[in-house]
């Protein structure tokens, strides 16, 4: 696999790289060619089918290597915005019936019907990336991350190459009514994406584990696992009904939906540690804070 990663130096510089796996070590892409210091710059001069072929080349040419400097990590690509998908997976389906009050019949069609259910989740600067944190809200009692497999579309509409989201969801929101979906999923540093970037060609999306582990003061208050292999919809069907009448335009992010939904007694409280897993992407990990007065310059009397 050809996983890429995107960060900033001490100067504040950007730089783009690639490395076979998750760990070790990386080729910045600047010592290939001098002009690339972003995965939109790689792409914008030699994206095409033979992107995978160029960059192994230089894997092969350039034996420099750098650490991979996981605290400079950032989103991955510029995005314009991000999306995410729904009831993909029959937990996710469950407990979208569990939580919702007097509407659970809809939960149940749209996992069995042919359009899926897709919905917008926050404009590409308002998505966050690796050790990055994630917004709670001070309106909900029952808060969680959904760890999704996420499709990252080029500007052309095509997918280019896998990452991991968080998707921060209020569930009593949520469920209280369909109509306030919108809130449940729109808030401030909802979203959070990470930390490398698979290349399409060179990772098998059916079968990838997805792990979650959720700590409060070192205390784990979650650990789950479950594989992609139980997702109903497909990348290709997911972005095909995404770009059917919505023309792409700049990166996307698009989530696919969640399968690890902790128990209902578990919520989320500031501070508290996500640590979402996800075979050959790596791991993002993010920490939950409640929007307020010193954090998004939200009114104290909101």
Not at 279 to 295: E, F, H
């Amino acid at each position: 696999m050809v996983n890429l990663w995107a960060w900033t130096d001490e100067t504040g510089l950007s730089h783009a790289g690639m490395s076979h796996g998750p760990t070790g070590e990386a080729l910045d892409l600047a010592y290939a060619d001098a002009r690339i210091d972003s995965i939109d710059t790689l792409w914008r001069l030699f994206g095409g089918p033979n992107l995978v072929h160029t960059l192994e080349t230089w894997w092969q040419r350039v034996s420099q290597r750098v650490p991979i400097p996981e605290s400079r990590l950032g989103v991955p690509v510029a995005l314009t915005e991000c999306w995410a998908a729904g009831v993909t997976y029959a937990m996710s389906r469950d407990a979208r019936v569990e939580e919702t009050q007097g509407a659970e019949a809809f939960y149940r069609k749209v996992y069995d019907a042919q359009r899926p259910e897709l919905f917008f989740k926050a404009p590409g600067t308002r998505v966050v990336g690796p050790g990055a944190e994630v917004g709670l809200r001070r309106d909900s009692r029952w808060q969680v991350p959904e760890p999704e497999l996420t499709l990252v579309l080029d500007p052309e509409g095509q997918l280019f190459g896998f990452t991991i989201g968080n998707d921060m969801s209020s569930r009593d929101i949520e469920g209280e009514n369909l109509l306030y979906l919108p809130q449940a999923k729109i808030f401030h540093h909802s979203a959070a994406i990470g930390p490398s970037l698979v290349l399409a060609e060179t990772l098998d999306p059916r079968n990838l584990e997805i792990r979650m582990v959720i700590e409060r003061q070192d205390r784990v208050l979650f650990d789950g696992r479950i594989t992609t292999a139980q997702m109903r919809r497909t990348p290709e069907e997911l972005t095909r009904y995404l770009c059917m009448e919505w023309p792409i335009e700049g990166w996307t992010a698009l989530m696919t939906g969640t399968a690890l939904v902790p128990p209902a007694d578990i919520s989320l409280d500031e501070g508290d540690r996500i640590a979402i897993t996800i075979t050959g992407i790596g791991t993002l990990m993010n920490r939950a804070r409640r929007i307020g007065p010193t954090w998004a310059k939200v009114p104290a009397s909101e």
